[in-house]
Nanobody
Framework: QVQLVESGGGLVQAGGSLRLSCAAS????????MGWFRQAPGKEREFVAA???????YYADSVKGRFTISRDNAKNTIYLQMNSLKPEDTAVYYC??????????????????WGQGTQVTVSS
């Protein structure tokens, strides 16, 4: 069982930046693919970004060039740096992980463990 705890959400004006963090409680963190997903009210959970154990990165087209995912295996933590935020980025952001040796999944159903989520609100 892996526990994930997200932090760093909040309220920001359009054009601003936030950095989300996700800390994992596992000694084998480096073996996990990690992902960020988001869910806005009335919408399905959608893929935002993912990073493999080998640090290959993947992004949704809607955030490419604005968001950056990274991992620090020494701290069992991943990050999502979000720049040039837009009102449409408003959502609850979830961290997820799964043991995966080939890249990182892009669909929620492929992830085994999830955090509780952190709210990101971007005002116009």
């Amino acid at each position: 069982q892996v526990q994930l705890v997200e932090s760093g959400g909040g309220l920001v004006q359009a054009g601003g930046s936030l950095r989300l963090s996700c800390a994992a409680s596992t000694r084998t963190f480096s073996r996990y693919a990690m992902g960020w997903f988001r869910q806005a009210p009335g919408k399905e959970r959608e893929f935002v970004a993912a990073i493999s154990w080998s640090t290959s990165t993947y992004y949704a087209d809607s955030v490419k060039g604005r968001f950056t995912i990274s991992r620090d295996n020494a701290k069992n933590t991943i990050y999502l740096q979000m720049n040039s935020l837009k009102p449409e980025d408003t959502a609850v952001y979830y961290c997820a992980c799964t043991p995966e040796r080939n890249g990182a999944p892009l669909t929620p159903g492929m992830y085994a463990y999830w955090g509780q989520g952190t709210q990101v609100t971007v005002s116009s």
